[in-house]
């Protein structure tokens, strides 16, 4: 397919280069040309992204993608997006705001065309999380049954009473009734995985339209003075913890980070296991309504555009003075050690058949 991508939700300040419409194809192609010019080469013709529906990350020399509950192999020998800028120069680079929108309008227009079958009802979404605490990665994982009717987890967590016999190592699976019409008639904030897929597939991939329906429906609570920028974000921040995204809706969802001021694409930057990604990245100087000062950083891989994980780093302290006018001697902590940092990244993920199975 070769339809023209409709541009004009972009922001009016951000308009698309030379163009009212953009096919992604030609941006991909006219990126390429760009960052081999800069490099001092000639232009190669870049490849195309290859479609599948990608559910699973694993790690850096290997990809999985996932469709309809198989696993195939996606190596580093694929089609992916043209070089980044920082290729040249082995670096970071922070893209200026029309950069970073088409950027975000390729992987919307990437995503959004990659096919997608819904899981079965007993089959179980995998995720494996990584944390880091004190700069100590601290993994685990989860299996959640596709129609809510099932967990598992490992290591296992205790529940109350004796756990003196407690072993974390082995597999705890829960299993318990039909929870949807229950939580749908008694109106509870949570659905099951299948639910809230469902809800995401019915929406548009406009970004003013789909946030709308997502801040009408999503119960994520208000925030006395927050702005609208902010609250995007945070909305956004928490739907990509989902595991599995329609396209449509993660179509929809680099569109509206496209529209979020002072939202900047990375380049050249790697996850926080250190795998090859590009970051969006967001940064109050000022305290947002929700308290939070500082850098926050989402990452993806840089030819699927799955969601690889999140950085959170605050602010810097500011340190008082002494009655020289000199600040006082105060120690920083060593990278990945700040307790104000939040890390996270999802290792691997994907759809299975049982608890304990992995893709």
Known sequence: MNEPVDARALRADVPLPDSDRLAPQRALLTEAFRQETAAGNRPARAALPRRGFVLMGAAAATGLVVTGGAVVSLTHDSPSAAPTPSAATGGRQLLSAQASADTLELAA????????????????????????????????EQWTRWDGTGSAHLPGIPGSGDISHFDPNKLQVWYGPNQEEKWKKEGYDDRSQRQFYRFLATLPSDPDRMMAAIRKEHALGDIKGESAAQRDWREIDVLYRSVLIPPNAQAGLFRALAKIPGARVEKGVKDPLGRAA?????????????????????????KTYAYLGETRHAAPVEIPKGADGRPYAVASPAPGTDPDEMITARAAWGVVDKPGERP
């Open 109 to 140: 227009a990437t995503v959004e065309k990659i096919g997608a079958t819904e899981p079965g009802p007993k089959q179980w979404v995998y995720e494996k999380t990584t944390s880091f605490d004190q700069g100590k990665p601290q993994s685990g």
């Open 278 to 302: 590009i970051g969006v990245t967001v940064t109050y100087a000022k305290p947002s309504a929700s308290g939070w000062q500082g850098k926050q950083e989402l990452f993806f891989d840089p």
